[in-house]
């Protein structure tokens, strides 16, 4: 038996087979056989962008940023769109 975390609770024989019935049960799901799991790979950091990013050291007011922020995940892209929308009405000299 594989070591598990501290806290990690395990279903139990009644759980896990209802998990596994409702596997059978439906029809756009399959228990994978042990090779097709071995050839499974983790996917690791972030993943590869369309490459039209570059990146840059800036820096901003800590207001500006906490702003961004506040608005939870995306908030580079948000600061990104807002800069974007700046240039439609902004000329840069």
């Known amino acids: 038996m594989p070591k598990l975390k501290s806290g990690t609770i395990m279903p139990t024989a009644e759980e896990n087979a209802a998990i596994n019935a409702g596997i059978a049960a439906d029809p756009d799901s399959y228990e994978m056989s042990p090779t097709e799991f071995k050839q499974l790979r983790p996917m690791r950091g972030r993943p590869v962008g369309g490459g039209t990013k570059v990146q840059m050291t800036v820096r901003f007011d800590a207001d ?19 800069l974007r929308d700046w240039l439609t009405t902004h000329r840069v000299v």
Request: charged share 20%; no cysteine; hydrophobic share 35%.
């Open 64 to 82: 500006v940023i906490q702003a961004f922020k506040q608005g939870g995940d995306g908030w580079q892209t948000k600061m990104n769109d807002a």
